[in-house]
């Protein structure tokens, strides 16, 4: 399948030279390899944009903890193990 791109004589003098450097053997493998890049941060985005979706419904059904409850768990945490310990821990 063939597919025109039109690119910005930016885009243009950069692809030209990651040829010119020896990396790609023409345009099309620059264009091919940038767009293979962009195909893997899609599927990255969405994984996350997914984990962030299963987090938020645990959140939803399980309720949740603030960040400083939280911090404010784990202090008298420490603080009772550091109490069973002793001073000299």
Not at 53 to 81: F, N, T
Request: proline content about 2%; aromatic content about 4%.
């Amino acid at each position: 399948m063939a597919t025109n791109v039109h690119l910005t004589p930016e885009l243009e003098r950069f692809a030209r030279q990651c040829v010119e450097e020896g990396r790609y053997n023409n345009v099309s493998e620059v264009v091919r390899s940038a767009l293979r890049m962009l195909q893997d941060a899609e599927g990255r985005r969405k994984a996350f944009m997914a984990m962030l979706k299963a987090a938020e419904d645990e959140a939803d059904r399980d309720g949740w903890v603030s960040a400083e409850d939280a911090l404010a768990q784990m202090d008298a945490a420490i603080d009772m193990i550091e109490a069973r310990l002793g001073p000299d821990h």
